[in-house]
């Protein structure tokens, strides 16, 4: 199987070159991502928990689904294709804020991306697949502002960040 491979951007979101995955969390290089959060007519954020078997944040709770663009792939793209790879669906999406952060991981391995959310609606139950995800679960927003609080360890950091910072925007622009 050919190594996936991130694309590096400057702080502008330009293009500067591809490295292998696990190389550029390595070297804490500074890549493109997308994070998806697909919400239900009742308002609640369909929710994944990341397989054991993940290189980095097995088990923990964070957003429907997250990834990285291939080179020559647009945000959309990626999100839907990731969704259906992850999730078993695809729906339609949309782009809402991107923003620069760094997560270090206790095993040596650092999320330094520049993340793009995308938003989407979906009302039915995914079709998981389990060498990704290992559990799913429908939440209200309130309720998962105060589960991170409850229980911030059971949550990916760049999830907590999102939320944290994007919470307002996310809930008003679902």
């Known amino acids: 199987m050919k190594e ?40 609640e954020l369909l929710l994944q928990q990341r397989a054991l078997t993940k290189y980095h944040s ?45 997560a270090p991981f206790d095993n040596g391995l650092t999320e330094h991306e520049y993340d793009h959310v995308l938003l989407g609606n979906y009302n039915e139950e995914p079709v998981i697949n389990e060498t990704e995800v290992a559990s799913w679960k429908w ?17 990916t950091e760049w999830f907590k960040i999102i939320f944290s910072k994007f919470y307002q925007f996310i809930n008003i622009n679902k």
């Not at 939440?139 to 949550?155: G, T």
């Open 4 to 43: 996936e491979k991130v694309i590096l951007v400057n702080e502008k979101d330009e293009q500067i070159g591809l490295m292998p995955k696990l190389e550029a969390h390595e070297k804490a290089v500074l890549h493109r991502a997308f994070s998806v959060f697909i919400f239900n007519d009742k308002n």
């Open 139 to 155: 939440m209200l927003l309130n309720d998962v502002k105060a589960d991170i609080k409850m229980n911030p360890k059971i949550y």
């Open 58 to 102: 097995p088990s923990l709770w964070t957003n429907t689904c997250c990834s990285h663009q291939r080179d020559g792939e647009s945000n959309i793209e990626a999100g839907k294709r990731r969704l259906k790879e992850e999730m078993g669906f695809v729906t339609e999406l949309k782009e809402s804020i991107s923003f620069i952060y760094k």
